[in-house]
């Protein structure tokens, strides 16, 4: 049988925090008299990651930032349609109290749980297999975006400073997208080559979030070394801020190498997401931004 209509794409978070030694957070849906964790669909042209953060809020109260990925879920719903579900750890950020949170028609019930109390509770397999994953790597880590600048002038077409080649259109669009994956990442920290396309993709979200963008020319092409991007990396690996960095196409493979991954090399736009603990990658993820 043929699916009528599009796939479905949607996404949520097991969102973990260490009262009681350790409590995640779920929801009761009445139509389905169901326990689950908070997901929705994710809304036209918005990123999957946004979407996470933005179904968590509305479906618990709880502000949240995405740890590391989780294994999509998978399956056929009406029409025959494949849904796919995108899941992460979720981290509090701010309150974690949901007691006053508002019943209605589609969430009548959020709480947290223990582990063991949350395994009873869930209704569905799929979402056990998440918990016994997360309680296996619940472990908070930090998250480094590497991201190539958005598209800019072409070389060929440009007559003045090569630092200075500006984005096109497509790229101010592209600048602009990134902002509520950023957020969604929670980046406080805007780390830059000092040439104005990388400049001019970070700023965006730099203002957004009202943040000191660190511009330094030992990431552009022409300044940058082995050891000035080693530099930077291993400085940014040894926090646990979160932090993007902005660099070139011949610059990331140094990038990289220090931070010991191998991708095959990103477009204009394009971002790995490094989740890191202790100055070691234990998972990425890679999105383009539009």
Known sequence: MLANGPDVVAAGAVVVRKDGGGEVLLVHRPKYDDWAWPKGKRDPGEHVTTTAVREVLEETGVEIRLDRPLPPQLYVVSGGRAKTVHYWIGRVVGDPDVSGYAANDEIDQVAWFGFDKARARLTYTGDVELLDRVERRHK??????????????????????????????????????????????GVTRVVTSDSQRCLRTVTPYARDQVLAVEAVPGLNEVDSTAVTVETVVRDLLATKENAVLCTHRPVLPDVLDVLGISEEPLGPGEMVVCHHRKGRVVATERYLVR
Do not use: C, M, Y
Request: hydrophobic share 40%; net charge positive.
């Open 140 to 185: 908070r880590t930090s998250v480094l975006v590497v991201l190539r600048h958005a598209r800019a002038t072409k070389r060929a077409t440009w007559t003045g400073p090569d630092e200075e080649r500006p984005l096109t259109n497509v790229g101010r669009v592209q600048a602009r997208s990134l902002i509520p994956v950023l957020s969604a990442f």
